[in-house]
């Protein structure tokens, strides 16, 4: 199973919802990240785990807020977002990240903020 | 190739001829690169990956070339089919800052039956 699963496929909320993106893997691997991608452009990493720990912030705002329960789950609770957060958001795992492997992408949640 | 602003730098080829896409990569200490294909509406597919010791690697029908000299990678597709039809993006890892990837700007590839 080389698959990353990504719910919702779609989410519509307002400015002041509290929402959260939900992301899982079964293949054992031990480094999962989020992305955000806008249209035409190449995704942008958000976060990194590395074993269940944080390891890599791009400076992201407050109102995303990762989480990762345990090593097959990774979760992005969104919180007073603006417009120009809608955008899709792609989820990804690989075997480690202490060396470089390939990253399996989710196919993603598009995002629109209202 | 590279792209500016919001237009995506695009190829267009007959289905059958060989596709050549082409990424300037922006740090010498990369030591890893991976080519991506992204179809409309799904998250990015991996093709074929390269390490830093080596200047070439071939999958089914797919190459990719190194040039660390002027840091440079093409993805070569050969006999290009439609369902080839999607954006391209190379990726790079820079040597000791973990998983990160940085992607290019990505090339829309467009193949004519």
């Known amino acids: 199973d080389t698959e990353v699963t990504q719910t919702p496929k779609h989410l519509v909320m307002g400015m002041t919802n509290k929402k959260s993106l939900k992301c899982e893997q079964h293949?054992?691997?031990?480094?999962m990240y989020w992305y955000k991608q806008k249209a035409k452009k190449p995704p942008e990493l958000m976060f990194v785990?590395?074993?269940?720990?944080?390891?890599i912030n791009e400076s992201v705002p407050s109102r995303f807020s990762p989480e990762c329960p345990n090593s097959s789950l990774l979760n992005l609770h969104l919180h007073a977002l603006q417009p120009e957060d809608s955008a899709l958001y792609l989820c990804?795992?690989?075997?480690?990240?202490?060396?470089?492997?390939?990253?399996?992408f989710g196919p993603g949640t598009r995002l629109t903020v209202t | 190739g590279e792209s500016v602003g919001l237009h995506l730098p695009t190829l267009s080829v007959q289905e059958g001829d060989n596709s050549i896409i082409n990424c300037a990569y922006s740090?010498?200490?990369?030591?890893?690169f991976i080519w991506y294909k992204q179809e409309s509406g799904k998250g990015p597919q991996f093709i074929i990956d390269?390490?830093?010791?080596?200047d070439k690697r071939q999958g089914q029908r797919v190459t990719v070339l190194l040039n660390k000299t002027v840091k440079h990678l093409s993805l070569q597709i050969a006999a290009t089919q439609p369902g080839d039809s999607a954006v391209y993006f190379c990726?790079?890892?820079?040597?000791?800052?973990?998983?990160?990837?940085?992607f290019g700007q990505g090339t829309e590839l467009s193949v004519k039956p």
């Open positions: 785990y590395s074993y269940e720990k944080l390891s």
């Open positions: 740090n010498s200490a990369s030591d890893y």
């Open positions: 390269i390490r830093s010791n080596m």
């Open positions: 990726a790079e890892n820079i040597y000791n800052q973990g998983g990160k990837l940085i």
């Open positions: 293949m054992g691997h031990r480094a």
């Open positions: 990804a795992s690989s075997q480690d990240e202490g060396t470089p492997y390939e990253q399996y």
